[in-house]
């Protein structure tokens, strides 16, 4: 339990504390966004668009946020399409999340807004719909469709691994 997780008002001031393993070597969690390597997610999705995928040297483990010069790490980079605050009892993700079977979900992070909401804990599905087995994260609960999501990665994933199939995606009419 934290300070941010008890009192998320605090979040508007104070960063919530992350797991320096699980992320690339180098990140630097700020109040509404990640850093990783001196370059900003939300800059990052600006400029690539969504689903995005930043991949960086990984830490190696318990060396204190040294960086490996042969592992990897990516952080995933996420539009929510549907939320709790939503109506849905399942996260929706706007990607393919088949390759990312090493997602740290417990390590999700909301980007560019703070949230003085409590933390909940909500199953994550793809776009597929399909949820994935054991797949949750910890966010506020009033994460909602539009919003952008950071979640760390091991291993070094492309954006073709995350990016939909067209035929999962909904159709522009409507009408499937």
């Known amino acids: 339990m934290t300070l941010t997780s008890l009192l998320p008002t605090l979040r508007r001031s104070i960063p919530s504390p992350h797991a320096r393993d699980a992320w690339p ?38 060396s204190g946020g040294m960086a490996s010069a042969t592992a990897t790490t990516t952080v ?6 549907r939320g709790p605050d939503d109506g849905s009892p399942t996260l929706v ?13 417990g390590e999700a992070r909301l980007l560019n807004r703070v949230s003085s909401a409590h933390d ?14 054991g797949a949750s994260v910890v966010l506020p609960a009033d994460v909602r469709g539009g919003d952008v999501i950071a979640v760390p990665c091991a291993g070094a994933l492309g954006v073709g691994d995350v990016r939909p199939h067209p035929a999962a995606r909904p159709h522009a009419g409507g009408a499937e």
């Open 120 to 133: 909940q804990r909500i199953e994550v599905g793809g776009a597929d719909r399909e949820r994935l087995t």
């Open 25 to 62: 070597a180098r990140t630097v969690v700020t109040c509404d966004d990640v850093v990783v390597c001196g370059i900003s997610a939300q800059r990052f999705v600006e400029l690539c668009g969504l689903p995005a995928v930043m991949t960086a040297p990984a830490v190696i483990p318990l």
């Open 76 to 81: 995933l980079l996420l539009r929510v399409m």
């Open 93 to 105: 993700v706007d990607a393919d999340l088949d390759a990312a079977g090493l997602a740290v979900w």
